[in-house]
């Protein structure tokens, strides 16, 4: 088992739909960094959490530390949105340990 | 520069020659972070540097791979007699502190043939 794992693995929506793509994790964290990959490979920084909720424009990311859980939402979703979104772990117990998710493929169809 | 700079951006090596990547991070950010993303693959962390020392370089893939950091500024990435297995992009990103968000540098892909 997988110390993150992301769900779903791949996404397909309608423009304007509200987008909710999870990530889980078994390890002790001490932050939860949600990025975006662009088609084209760049890496964005969407948030760094380590409790309750961000909100940045559209994207809302949350996190609950007791359920070990964390959701990424993307409301009125937009064909630009299209990207791999990827959860990523700091370690609780070894800081600069960062253990990533293995992405969910997010395609927003016009 | 406004942000993280990475060179070169394009690597095409030998197999059995070294390599060195250069990440110029955002000035004024002292923690530095180090990935690579073989083709089709997630993100694998390589190391950190908190200004110029790594606390643990056990995400390194072999000890053909080397990094250091100085001046707190720019950091090189080494690979020793490099094998095909190391193609992938190396990705550089840099941050105020560990557990702030942290800006990527457009990478550099390395093809070794």
């Known amino acids: 088992k997988n110390e993150v794992e992301q769900s779903p693995q791949n996404l397909t929506a309608q423009e304007g739909e509200f987008i909710t793509i999870n990530c889980s994790y078994s390890?002790?964290?001490?932050?939860l960094h949600w990025l975006q990959q662009h088609p084209g490979g760049g890496i964005v920084s969407l948030f760094m959490l380590s409790s309750g909720k961000k909100k940045h424009g559209r994207l809302i990311a949350t996190i609950n530390i007791q359920e070990k859980h964390s959701s990424l939402h993307i409301t009125a979703s937009h064909p630009r949105d299209s990207a791999v979104y990827i959860c990523a772990v700091y370690s609780e117990t070894s800081y600069d340990k960062v253990i990533f998710g293995p992405g969910t493929s997010l395609s927003v169809i016009p | 520069g406004a942000g993280v700079s990475q060179s070169p951006s394009n690597k095409v090596t030998e197999k059995g020659k070294d390599v060195e990547l250069r990440c110029d991070p955002i000035s004024g950010h002292t923690a530095l972070y180090w990935y690579r993303q073989s083709l089709g693959q997630g993100l694998e962390f390589l190391i950190y540097?908190?200004?110029?020392?790594?606390?643990?370089k056990s995400g390194l893939p072999s000890d053909r791979f080397s990094a250091e950091r100085t001046g707190g500024s720019v950091s090189t990435l080494t690979i020793q007699r490099t094998q095909q297995e190391d193609s992938a992009v190396y990705l550089c990103?840099?941050?105020?502190?560990?557990?702030?968000?942290?800006?990527f540098g457009s990478g550099t892909r390395l093809t070794v043939v």
């Open positions: 990103a840099s941050s105020f502190s560990h557990n702030y968000g942290y800006t």
């Open positions: 540097f908190q200004g110029n020392s790594a606390p643990d």
């Open positions: 390890v002790g964290i001490s932050a």
